[in-house]
């Protein structure tokens, strides 16, 4: 392994320089190319056409609507014959075609989701407006709020001058104000609303990580009390 003062050296970076302004200007005619070792360019600036490497380098664009979304770079043995040359590009297209195929495929699933999201969206403001009796909308909020949120359970609190009270909690017809799981999340609620910022806890922060120490004590404290009597892993 190179030392870091060659890792650094000029005649490397410059390397590096022209390998970068390779792929950046093959990405821009979006053409698959192949260029022989050390082949052309300089140091000067004048080289984006440049192979400073000792291996023949075969490029190929991977491009969606006309828009090249990555690129396949192999280093092959520089001793290769140009139809053997051409015989790889070839593959290498083939491989592009694929993987353009699937990027093209990935994005309509990422746009049909996101339509899908936002026709339930407005479906859930429409059942949330519909009315002004305040126990079904905190129902509804809930409830549906749970499916468009992907969780296992939505709760919502009510400030009642200072103090949060529990009002409503996914698939609960009725929240027992005595228990000391409605008791110790409104206290949790209570000392987060107090720092005026959101608050977000996952399990991996009792193995001791660097976000177990971020958690305020007055918090903590707050916190294990309603993770001990609900056994949630994960809350927001």
Not at 92 to 118: C, H
Not at 130 to 143: E, F, M
């Amino acid at each position: 392994m190179p030392s870091s003062a060659a890792a650094d050296s000029p005649e490397l970076v410059a390397k590096q320089q022209r390998h970068q302004q390779l792929i950046e200007q093959v990405a821009k005619l979006n053409e698959a190319r192949s260029f022989a070792p050390q082949s052309g360019g300089s140091a000067d600036g004048n080289g984006a056409s440049a192979n400073p490497t000792e291996y023949l380098l075969l490029l190929v664009p991977i491009a969606v609507d006309e828009t090249v979304l990555g690129l396949i770079e192999i280093f092959q043995r520089p001793n290769v014959s140009p139809a053997a040359c051409q015989g790889f590009l070839r593959f290498l297209g083939a491989l592009a075609d694929l993987a353009a195929d699937y990027l093209r495929n990935s994005r309509l699933r990422d746009l049909q989701d996101r339509a899908s999201l936002w026709s339930q969206f407005e479906r859930f403001s429409e059942r949330v407006h519909q009315g002004l009796d305040v126990a079904r909308i905190v129902s509804v909020a809930v409830n549906d709020g749970r499916q468009l949120l992907n969780c296992d359970r939505v709760s919502l609190a009510l400030l009642r001058g200072s103090w949060p009270r529990l009002t409503a909690v996914s698939g609960v017809d009725r929240i027992d104000r005595r228990a000391a799981t409605t008791r110790a999340f409104e206290d949790l609620i209570q000392r987060v609303l107090v720092t005026r910022q959101a608050f977000w806890f996952d399990d991996t922060q009792q193995a001791g990580t660097s976000s177990a120490k971020q958690i305020a004590p007055q918090i903590e404290q707050a916190l294990h009390q309603h993770l001990d009597e609900s056994h949630a892993r994960l809350l927001a």
